[in-house]
């Protein structure tokens, strides 16, 4: 494969993931004006929410099934546009039903989406010989601080969701189609001369030795849907800050992963992947902590800072960790993977309100801080083949393509 096509195929997918991002956030952070547009009962609304995640777990399932006679890039080529017309559905309905049918759609094909890009990007970095799956999802954070922009101007001149989603939809969905065309793996030539040499033991995904990695991406996902769901609520009702404030936290959450993702991969190829998921872990739990002893907004938002910096390595490398571990087998693995992506999204919003309900607030940031924390135990799984990909951080055969 020659170098341009790994460039072009990089940048292609970087753009995916980017698209994804705004999708993304323009759905979620629109969900109040959601529920006004189709009459959601409060009752109704966690149905709904649950249902986009659940539906998302098995569409990653479900992909599993469809890249055992399709590349990864044929999924990621269809299910994009999917996701799109479906925010448009989102914005364009008028009754329940439609708004069902549309958040059916939507997570189904994110489901499909999410597992592909992954899978897509394991397999470039494969193909690199070195780090680079920090900077998808580097990408992806700064389509959602784009998208989240985009969904504010919405809110702040009163715009339909239709007028909201319109321009972008039309921007992106031919922007994401043009972009596939560029798409690029590696070989499955490859992953064959894999298994060969491995006995034939890579093909198959032992789910003993994925476990781990599972209960990884489902802590650092209940650790970011906690941020993202109660930053805003902390800031105000405990540490006493003004409306205004309290919709600060969770920008600087995004702008800090998006740093963090910016420069990972060099922390990766210098440091190997083991020592930066601790690094990202130790941060995270002490950004936690803050949080929870926090005399003040500003104090808080320290704790948020941190919690960007760190949890933003985490995931990434969790993808990559499992490529590594099943080379014969990786897309098998990122999809299962990705379903605890879903399963951390579904239990760290209901968990932390359970708890700051019965409890407190300050002690229920306490949970998601041991839970992240769990993953020192599990740090070692990171390593299963060295992440800077020989001495000299990279494999001698490989080309520095970007």
Known sequence: MTDARLRHGRASLALSFFVQGV????????????????????????????????????????????????RPRVVLRWAQPV?????????????????????????????????????????????????????????????????????WAGAHWDLSLLVSYLPAVVVLLPVALAGSRWYVEGSRGEEQGERSAGGGKAASVSFRLLMPLCLVMCFAYIGDSTVSNWSAKYLQDVLGSSEQLS??????????????????????????????????TVLAAAGFGVVAVAGGAW?????????????????????????????????????????FNYVGFLVGSPLVGALGDAWSYRGAMLVPMVLVLATLVYAKSFGTEPARYGGGHERPRTADVG
């Open 83 to 151: 996701v799109l017309l479906a925010l448009l559905g989102v914005g364009a309905g008028s009754e329940v039903w439609e708004a069902a049918v549309a958040l059916g759609a939507f997570g189904l094909a994110v489901g499909a989406l999410d597992a592909s890009m992954n899978m897509m990007g394991v397999s470039l970095q494969r193909a690199y010989g070195r780090s680079i799956m920090l900077g998808f999802h580097a990408a992806y954070s700064l389509g959602g601080i784009a998208g989240a922009s985009m969904a």
């Open 299 to 339: 104090t808080g938002m320290l704790g948020f800072t941190m919690l960007g910096l760190g949890l933003c390595v985490i995931v990434p490398q969790t993808f990559a960790a499992a490529g590594r571990m099943f080379p014969g087998a990786s897309d098998t693995a990122i999809a299962r993977l990705n379903i």
């Open 247 to 280: 919709t600060v936290p969770y920008n600087v959450y995004m702008v800090t992963t998006l740093l963090g993702r910016a420069v990972g991969d060099f922390g990766v190829r210098r440091f190997g992947a083991v020592a930066v998921v601790r690094a990202g």
């Open 23 to 70: 999708t993304f956030a323009l759905l979620v952070t629109r969900i109040p004006a959601i529920q006004d547009r189709y009459g959601i009962s409060d009752g109704l609304l966690p149905v709904f929410l649950a249902a986009v995640p659940i539906l998302a777990g098995v569409g990653s399932v479900l992909t599993e099934k469809v890249v055992a006679r399709v």
